[in-house]
Structures are given as structure tokens and as C-alpha cells.
């Protein structure tokens, strides 16, 4: 049967109806007042997908991934292909036998409104749709946007069969709505099962739900039912009576027990009645299933000041359950380092942080001073003497090389695989303990500010210590130094290089002569620099080897810079500090000689650090690979969903799982979900701890008040992004910053660290796929992309609905130290 009016279908109709339309149906079937209607069904869909040939037009742009292709394609199709005549006929039917009315005609795919995937927003809803033609012509649009780019991308996102979805139409009669909106019978931006979520808004609902317009939002408690609190968005507005929305609630508690779980509801206020336009589970409440989470620790204060040092700049982000693989290297080197300027740490408080996965924070065992802290100066002293740079040029480096040395990964036994990674692991343990050794003579730097600030004054102390060691010549700007000369080859290089690179896409440069030249120098500058790390020496965390992005946005930011990097400045600084110590110190006799000599050994310390630590990213560059490979065998066998969420399992599941130890697929699909909505609650907290204090009370810092959509806190660059034609400004990591959000642009999401919008609320189609994707999101913040300078740092609180405006950036700034 092509067309079933609503009150002939139910819940075991999804195959027929959809997920909307037989939800809706079994609304109808209660009782309950829905908007009369009928459903074409998905089985006519997919008869005429079969007659106009569609999988196989679309195959090859499926087989590539080629999204936009396949979306254009399947717009043409169902743009221009014939209607079979019974449906044509049924359809006009149908909505004469509803009096001819203006209706809404609304896609309900096979796969939308699940209990795990909502499918918001991607695909298309027409309101107002008057006459048949019209009518027509909207359900073969609805058809077509089960083909949109963001449609497939977020099916693909989802391991969602393209080809085994369809889709149904529902057309229903307008509805004269005073006010629409939506409820949640639990509150999904709180995770407060306790509370119900409403926002609300004069007219049609659509204006909500796509980000159009902020509603005035209200808070039921559910048990007993009352309103808490309500936040009118704009004020003098006319808002629905208490009783009504009361009597909405009561409703959706109704709803909620007769499908068995939490449930998002829209309506629309008509008078004093209330018309239900959709029921659908809540799908994004996972982040109230997680791992235990063990109470943060008490911090003794030389914890607390080594989690200032290290943490904040060096660990941005929160690690994932698999970066623990790699802490094993570092930690005992670390700890051996503390044992040796005096610090006791008792063994099973090493081991309890060697096997710690989840923290708010990254902290080193509690430390205890012994009187060996007495002899620490000597000890920096003899420290201070060795040439620690020639160690690891002659023993270090060849044994970081020997053992990273390239080798046919995929070639290699599970087994063997699993060796290379110890061998790995246990050559650079033992490396990273006489490092961390070496770098104890920057301790130095505590004595030297003795006579620093004797010569200078406690004000200036610091600033003086800053320019003392300026004007190294590290490896850092080494890279830099190439960067910028292969940004200078791609000017020189012609228009159409310098063009492919200026507009993000690098992609085009093989299309040429020129561009696949320049693509060469690009690969050498990776053989040699593609280890470097972006976000941290995480396993989780790619390199620019691994994920070029970042190399690129730094090459489109040099193309205008026409002078090197230069350490001159620096230099200047240096002597000039130098210069201002000595000259202050010369009246103790010997002094200024013993200082000058001290710094000196301080500064080729500062520069072996660097030099360590940029080919130690070697070490984590070769195990990423390892890991990579284990990822792809774990997905390829069946066994990981995915080959990124080998990041959200611990070391010990990874061998296991190689060998004879995998759970069921199912098992594996649930673990990982409750890791990854653990991991967004510790980096919350990470992100909170290391920046959100701080920057509250910055100087000059400002304040914007929204809704808090999706929780979470990230602060980030803001990229302000007006319309669709601005798309490409926004770079992975950016916080996205615009007027309102439509389904359009969800796919964004997907790059974005954070989302804030001036309108919009917590019921939007963009709040749902924020959360569902889990970045956090403000929306509703009045005024956002007039206050928010572009490229200026943010910290965005999804939690609290706050957004703090921070130091502004300077676009395309790069910072070369």
C-alpha cells in the first residue's frame, strides 16, 4: 500500500512509516491530539529508487565517499524522474480527503528517531505547503534529502548502511499554532533526571527547533510537578499560560512511561489546546553511563606547582585510556628523577598513577623531602658540567633511530608487532632516565636568580631570567625556520600553488606539474619534520605525518611573510641582560665570571631539552604507528567498531584482544560508548580546571550569557562564520561562532571544538547533533558575533551557558619559539 492515514499505523510500522511517522501514529492510536495526516510510505520511495536506477548512480560516489557528488546526483534524480502514475493519484487523493488544507509534509526515514541515533535535522521538513503540485514537489525533495552531504556524512559517522535506509513522507495539516516548541522529559543539558527541559516560542515550532528564534525556556521539576524556574529570553514577549505548560508536562510524563524512555517531544500551543507534532527518544543521556571516576586527590604544594609547570601548556587536553601506554615510558624516568634530587615516593603510589587511567588531572606520586635535598646543589652542579648533547648525539639518537627504524608493519605477526612496541617502550624508558637526569641542570636557573634579582631588583627578577635565555638556537627553530622556506618555495612556485594552498586545497596540487613538485618538497619537509607533534606526546594525539591539517593552516599563515624567523632579536635581549647582570655584580670579586659561566652551561641545557624532546616525538610517532596497526587488524577481524576507538581502550585490552580475549561485538560497541562519555566528563574537568579559574577573572576578561546546549568547557580561538559561503574559514580545533545554526551546517560540527550562537536554544536540531557529537555548545548568547572579535580567544561553558571573552589572537599569527 502506497498511502496509510495515521491512525492506521504504530510503533511496528517503522519499516513502513518511519521512525517519525509511526511514532506519530502511535500518538494517534492513544488518543492524543495530533494534527490529521497520512504517510507515504517507504516502500513507494523505494520503488521508485529501483525503477530511476539510483544505487547504481551513486555507487561510485558511495565507494569514494564523495559526498557532495552523490548528493548532487541524487538531487537530479529526484528532481526530474517520473512519478509513477498510482502514486501520483493516491497522494492527490489523500489530501483532498483532508479538505485540501495547508500542510506540513515532514521525511521520516527507516533509521530516525532511534533510541541511539536521532538523525536530527538531516532531512528535510516544508511548511505551509498549499496545492497539490506544491505538494509534489516537496515530497520528492523530502525524498532526495535522504542524499544530502550531511545526510551520508553523519549515516557514515555511524557505520549506518546508505543503501539500507528509505525513507517515508509525512504530510499533516497546519497546524495554527500561538506557541511551539519542544520538551524534554529529562533535562539532556544538565543530565538531571529529576528535571524536565521546555522552550517555547510564539508561532511554529520550526523556528525553535532550527535555531531561528531563542525560546523562553522553562525547568519542571517531575516529581511533584511544578516549575522551577523559567528564563524569558526576550523581554515583554507573550509566553503560554502556567497551566498549559503543566498540563504539557503531565503529557510528557505520560508519553514517557507508554514508550519506556526519556522522550523529546514537540507541540504547538492553539488556544488552550496542545497538539503533539512528534515523541522520539532522547539519544544523547549516554554521558550518564561512565567508568568510575576516583575522587580528585589532595595536592601537596609541590604537586600543585608542577601541575601549573606542566599540565596547562603541555597537556591541553585530557588523555584518552590508551595515552596510559605511553605515560609508562615517561613515568618512571620521572619518578627516578624526583628519587634523585632527594624527593621519596613510595612504590605503590608509582604503581596505582602507572595504572591510572582516568583523572581530571595528570599528577606525579605524592613526593616526601629527605635530607638528600641537602646535597641537591652540588649534584646540579656536577649535572651542570656534563655535555649531555654529545651523549645523545652519539648513544641516544642512534639508539632512538636504530629502534624506530621503518618496517613493513602489516608484514609482522600479531606477536611481533606487539615486541617492537616493548622494545620501543624499553629503550626509551632507560634513554628518559638518564634525560631527566641531564635536565636537572636547569635547576641551575633557581640559583642564578639569586644574584639576578640582587642586580636587578625582585620587579624585574623575572623578566631579566626571560632574556638570560633568549636567543637559543633550538631544533624548534630549526622547523619553524623550514616551514617558512617551504612557504617561500610555494610563492615562487607559481599562481596556481600559491592559490591551492592560500584557499585550503592542497588536494589540487596534484592536478599540475608545479603542484606535484611542490607536493615533493612537502614530503621531504615530512620525512624530516613529520613526527612533530600538535597537540601533545599523545599516542591519541596525531602527528603532522599522520594528520597534515595543521601543517598546512601554518604554510597558508607564512605565505605573506617574506622575513625569516629571526633569533637576533633574542640575541639582543640576551646580551643586553647579560650585560646589565654582570655590570651589577663586578664588585664581588669572581662573581660575575661564575654567573656568566653558570648561564652559559644553563642555556646549552635549555637547548638539549629541546633537541631531546623534538626527537623523543620519533618514539611516539613509531608506537602511534604500531597502534595504528593493531586498530586496523582489531576492525578489519571484526572486533572494534571503529579503528579510532582503539584510543578509548587500556593497554592490557589491546594485547588481550589480539590474542584469544575479545568480548562479543555488542560488549565492545557499549564499552567504548561508556569510555567516551567518560572521557567527556574528565576533559570537562580538565578544560575547567586548567583554564576556566584563571581566566574568570582575568583582567579585561568579559562575559556572555546563553543556553547551555551541550555540556562541556573548551576555550579555543573563535572563527566567526556568517553564512554557508564562509564555510571554509573555519579550521579544525576552532571554536565555530555565528548568528544561528541550521542542519546545514552540522556537518561543521565535526571540525569544531565548540559552538555559540546569538539565537537558538537547547530544543535546536544544532543543540542535539552538538551534543550527539559531544562538543560543548552556548546558544542563544545575544550579541555573540558582534562582541566576539574574530580569532580572539574564548572559554566556552557548555554546562553553565557562559561564554568568556578572552585575550583577542591576531589572525594567522604563528608563534615561533
Known amino acids: 500500500m502506497t498511502i496509510h492515514r495515521l491512525n492506521e499505523l504504530s510503533r511496528a510500522d517503522l519499516p513502513t512509516a518511519g521512525g517519525k511517522g509511526a511514532n506519530l ?31 547504481e548512480r551513486l555507487a561510485p560516489h558511495l565507494a569514494t565517499e564523495s559526498w557532495d557528488a552523490a548528493a548532487a546526483e541524487a538531487a537530479e534524480l529526484f528532481e526530474r524522474g517520473a512519478l509513477l502514475p498510482t502514486l501520483e ?70 557505520g549506518v548502511d546508505h543503501l539500507g535506509v528509505d525513507i517515508a513522507v509525512v504530510v499533516q495539516r497546519m497546524v495554527s499554532a500561538d506557541f511551539a516548541g519542544v520538551l524534554f522529559t529529562v533535562d539532556p543539558v544538565a543530565q538531571r533526571a529529576d528535571r524536565m527541559l521546555l522552550e517555547v516560542a510564539p508561532g511554529l515550532g520550526e523556528a525553535v527547533v532550527s535555531g531561528h528564534t531563542t525560546g523562553d525556556v522553562y525547568r519542571l521539576r517531575r516529581e511533584p510537578l511544578a516549575i522551577d524556574d523559567r528564563d524569558h529570553r526576550v523581554a515583554g514577549r507573550e509566553a503560554p499560560s502556567d497551566t498549559l505548560v503543566l498540563q504539557l508536562g503531565r503529557l510528557a510524563l505520560d508519553l514517557e512511561a507508554h514508550f519506556g524512555c526519556p522522550q523529546d517531544v514537540e507541540f504547538a500551543f492553539e488556544g488552550r489546546s496542545i497538539y503533539l507534532l512528534q515523541s522520539r527518544p532522547i539519544t544523547t543521556l549516554g554521558g550518564t553511563d561512565i567508568e568510575p571516576l576516583p575522587p580528585p586527590p589532595e595536592l601537596s604544594r609541590l604537586q600543585r606547582k608542577m601541575l601549573e609547570a606542566n599540565d596547562n601548556d603541555r597537556f591541553p587536553v585530557a588523555p584518552k585510556p590508551l595515552d596510559q601506554w605511553g605515560f609508562r615510558m615517561v613515568i618512571p624516568a620521572l619518578v627516578n628523577a624526583m628519587r634523585l634530587v632527594g624527593l621519596d615516593i613510595d612504590e605503590a603510589d608509582e604503581r596505582a598513577t602507572m595504572a591510572e587511567v582516568w583523572r581530571e588531572f595528570f599528577v606525579l606520586p605524592s613526593p616526601r623531602p629527605t635530607f638528600r635535598l641537602l646535597g641537591l646543589p652540588q649534584r646540579v652542579a656536577t649535572v651542570l658540567r656534563n655535555d649531555w648533547m654529545a651523549w645523545w648525539e652519539t648513544e641516544a639518537f642512534v639508539r632512538i633511530l636504530e629502534v624506530c627504524a621503518p618496517v613493513d608493519l602489516r608484514a609482522l605477526p600479531d606477536a611481533a608487532l606487539l615486541l617492537r612496541a616493548d622494545r620501543i617502550e624499553e629503550t626509551t624508558r632507560e634513554i628518559l632516565f638518564k634525560r631527566f637526569e641531564g635536565i636537572l641542570s636547569q635547576m641551575a636557573a633557581i640559583a642564578l636568580r639569586i644574584p639576578v634579582t640582587a642586580a636587578v631588583g625582585r620587579k624585574r627578577a623575572e623578566a631579566v631570567m626571560g632574556d638570560l635565555v633568549s636567543g637559543l638556537h633550538t631544533r624548534t627553530s630549526e622547523v619553524n625556520l623550514a616551514l617558512f622556506h617551504l612557504a617561500r618555495k610555494a610563492v615562487s612556485a607559481g599562481p596556481e600553488v600559491f592559490r591551492s594552498i592560500r584557499e585550503g586545497r592542497p588536494e589540487d596540487l596534484r592536478g599540475s606539474d608545479e603542484g606535484r613538485a611542490y ?64 655590570h651589577a655584580l663586578r664588585f664581588v670579586p669572581g662573581l660575575s665570571d661564575t654567573f656568566r659561566n653558570t648561564l652559559l652551561q644553563l642555556r646549552r641545557a635549555i637547548v638539549f631539552r629541546e633537541r631531546s624532546h623534538y626527537d623523543l616525538a620519533r618514539v611516539f610517532s613509531a608506537q602511534q604507528a604500531i597502534v ?157 558575533t558582534t562582541r566576539i572579535t574574530d580569532g580572539q580567544e574564548i572559554l566556552v561553558d557548555g554546562t553553565e551557558g557562559r561564554v568568556l571573552l578572552l585575550r583577542l589572537g591576531v589572525t594567522g599569527e604563528v608563534a615561533f619559539a
Open 628 to 784: 595504528g596497526e593493531i586498530a586496523r587488524r582489531l576492525h578489519e577481524r571484526g572486533h572494534l567498531p571503529s579503528p579510532d576507538d582503539i584510543f578509548y581502550l587500556t593497554e592490557a585490552e589491546v594485547r588481550a584482544w589480539l590474542g584469544e580475549g575479545v568480548p562479543p561485538l555488542s560488549e565492545v560497541k557499549r564499552l567504548v560508548q561508556r569510555r567516551r562519555a567518560t572521557y567527556g566528563v574528565v576533559n570537562g574537568k580538565w578544560q575547567k580546571r586548567a583554564f576556566g579559574a584563571g581566566a574568570e577573572g582575568a583582567a579585561g576578561s568579559d562575559e556572555l550569557r546563553g543556553t547551555g546546549a551541550s555540556s562541556g568547557v573548551v576555550r579555543g580561538r573563535a572563527r566567526i562564520v556568517r553564512d554557508e559561503r564562509e564555510f571554509g574559514r573555519l579550521k579544525p580545533g576552532e571554536i565555530l561562532v555565528c548568528r544561528y545554526t541550521n542542519p546545514a551546517w552540522t556537518p561543521l560540527f565535526t571540525l569544531a571544538a565548540g559552538v555559540v550562537t546569538d539565537t537558538g536554544g537547547a530544543a535546536s536540531h544544532a543543540a542535539i547533533v552538538a551534543r550527539e557529537y559531544g562538543i560543548p555548545a552556548v546558544l542563544g548568547a545575544a550579541g555573540a
Open 519 to 582: 607536493l615533493a618538497e612537502v614530503e621531504a619537509f615530512l620525512d624530516e619534520h613529520g613526527h612533530r607533534e600538535s597537540t601533545g606526546l599523545y599516542l591519541s594525539a596525531p602527528t603532522w605525518r599522520q594528520d597534515p591539517a595543521p601543517m598546512w593552516g601554518l604554510l597558508r599563515s607564512l605565505l605573506d611573510t617574506t622575513e625569516p624567523p629571526s633569533e637576533e632579536a633574542g640575541q639582543k635581549r640576551y646580551q643586553a641582560a647579560l650585560d646589565e647582570v654582570t
Open 25 to 55: 501514529g502511535e500518538l494517534t492510536r492513544l488518543g492524543l491530539a495530533v494534527p490529521p495526516g497520512f504517510v507515504v510510505s517507504a516502500g513507494a520511495y523505494a520503488e521508485h529508487a529501483r525503477a530511476w536506477g539510483l544505487a
Open 89 to 158: 493519484r493516491a497522494v492527490r487523493e489523500a489530501h483532498r480527503e483532508l479538505g485540501a488544507p495547508l500542510v506540513a509534509v515532514r521525511s521520516s526515514a527507516t533509521a530516525e528517531d532511534l533510541a541511539d541515533a536521532s538523525f536530527a535535522g538531516q532531512h528535510e521538513t516544508y511548511l505551509n505547503v498549499a496545492g497539490e503540485d506544491e505538494l509534489l514537489v516537496a515530497l520528492r525533495r523530502c525524498w532526495a534529502s535522504l542524499w544530502s552531504a550531511r545526510a551520508l556524512q553523519y549515516r557514515a559517522a555511524r
